[in-house]
């Protein structure tokens, strides 16, 4: 039977990450042990080998990150032609593209120059966020330091100074909880388009079009927008409970696969609390907490992982047309560990369509239409 949405349908296998009875896992590791223990380099490092690095490993990967974080100078020219107020997905989807031309293996498609261009896209892909809001402040763009991490990096390359070790830290985790979620509307959409061996850097455009939709990954930005628009406490419940008999979704909640709650969004609750306490301005995360007891009593809805991280990334000082946009450079790693597994036992992906059109009509010469 047709289901609308394909729910249900396994599409594909993989060996990345898998959701179990409502148990998230990459690679096999439980998402509670990577999230408490494990730093986005290491799972980048997971997801694109089946294995954690050694730290011999991890140190070449560190390295190999900062190098490759550099933009070509042309790309830098790009970012700075944009419109000021072109939303950064746009952007990101454009200089994603543009990098491509500016790869002289773009189109090797050996393992080896794959691996490489995951690296390359994954390092780049940081850059250039940061950088798309460093042009639009007319400041100039920084490139990644050696002796920083991924998202001590990050950081550094918006706010041009080192981070406290509480941002760094808060933002990793963040990172390390949105790598990978197994046959999601992106990553699927990045399978696709690689499947007609398309090379990877048109995966990652697909991917991240994909992602930039309020029903995926856009919705962290919704959900901040929304915060914005209650604006003090005491007016979430008529807000909310308007919204809810205009028929109106509530950005940040329900999940197509859990229905029982999502297992990242209590990491990502946790440090939003404690994020607010520490800069003293809770009033977006109490915000949050009604909207989140007024949606599950209401509606039996449980907040999925897009929620919180928007109050997690706005109490980081984050803008909140960035917070697709670091989803992305989190996905990134599940993108390219997806195009590689896809790369590895292809077949083109080519489903069938129900015909529900009109039949054996003919064709009427324009003068008798
Ligand atoms: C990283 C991520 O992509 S996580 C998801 C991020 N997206 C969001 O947060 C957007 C809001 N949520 C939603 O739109 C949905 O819950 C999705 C897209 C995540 C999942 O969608 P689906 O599995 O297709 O469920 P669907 O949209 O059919 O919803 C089923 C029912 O629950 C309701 N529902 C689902 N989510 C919500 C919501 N957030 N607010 C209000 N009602 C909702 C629908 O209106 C529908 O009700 P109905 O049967 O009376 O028409
Ligand atoms: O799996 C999904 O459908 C959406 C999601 O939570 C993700 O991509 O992280």
């Known amino acids: 039977m047709l289901t609308t949405g394909l729910e249900g349908v396994v599409a594909t296998q993989s060996g990345i990450s898998s959701i179990m009875n409502g148990v998230l896992t990459y690679r096999g590791i439980n998402i509670n042990e990577l999230a408490e223990h494990a730093s986005f380099e290491e799972v980048m490092y997971l997801l694109w080998n089946d294995d954690l690095p050694t ?8 390295k190999e990150l900062a ?21 950064p997905m746009v952007i990101l989807r454009t200089v994603i593209s543009a990098l491509e031309m500016y790869d002289s293996q773009a ?15 994954q390092a780049k892909i940081s850059t ?21 991490s991924f998202s001590q990096n990050f950081l550094y390359m918006l706010n041009g100074e080192e981070p406290e070790e509480i941002a760094s830290k808060s933002l990793d985790t963040a990172l390390v909880l949105h790598a990978d979620h197994e046959l999601n509307a992106s990553t699927f959409a990045s399978r696709v388009t690689v499947g ?27 959900v901040m927008e929304m915060l914005e628009e209650i604006g003090e406490v005491e007016n979430t ?10 028929k109106k979704k509530i950005m940040g909640f329900g999940h197509r696969v859990y229905k029982s709650g999502d297992p990242r969004a209590k990491y990502l609750k946790n440090m939003a609390e404690n994020l607010t306490t520490l800069t003293g301005q809770s009033k977006f995360f109490d915000i949050s907490v009604k909207i989140d007891e007024i949606i599950t009593l209401e509606k039996g809805l449980l907040p999925n992982v897009d929620f919180y991280s928007a109050t997690t990334y ?56």
């Open 128 to 148: 250039v966020v940061a950088a798309i809001q460093r042009v639009k402040e007319n400041k100039n763009i920084l490139s990644p330091k050696p002796e920083f």
């Open 107 to 121: 189109y090797d498609m050996s393992l080896e120059a794959n691996h490489r261009k995951a690296l390359n896209i």
């Open 196 to 222: 007609t061996l398309a090379n990877i850097y048109s995966g990652i455009v697909s991917a991240i079009g994909t992602l930039s939709g309020p029903l995926h990954g856009g919705a962290n930005e919704s």
């Open 237 to 246: 419940e008529p807000y909310i409970c308007k919204a809810l008999v205009d």
């Open 55 to 62: 730290a011999q490993q991890l140190t070449e990967l560190k």
């Open 67 to 87: 190098v490759q974080g550099v933009l070509p100078e042309e790309i830098i020219s790009l970012l700075k032609s944009f419109p000021k107020d072109a939303h």
């Open 314 to 369: 706005h109490s980081l000082g984050i803008n909140r047309n960035l917070f697709t946009p670091i989803f992305a450079v989190s996905r990134t790693s599940g993108w390219t560990a997806h195009i590689l597994e896809q790369y590895s036992n292809n077949r083109l992906i080519r489903p069938r369509a129900e015909y529900i059109g009109p039949q054996l009509r003919h064709y009427v010469p324009v003068e008798h239409r």
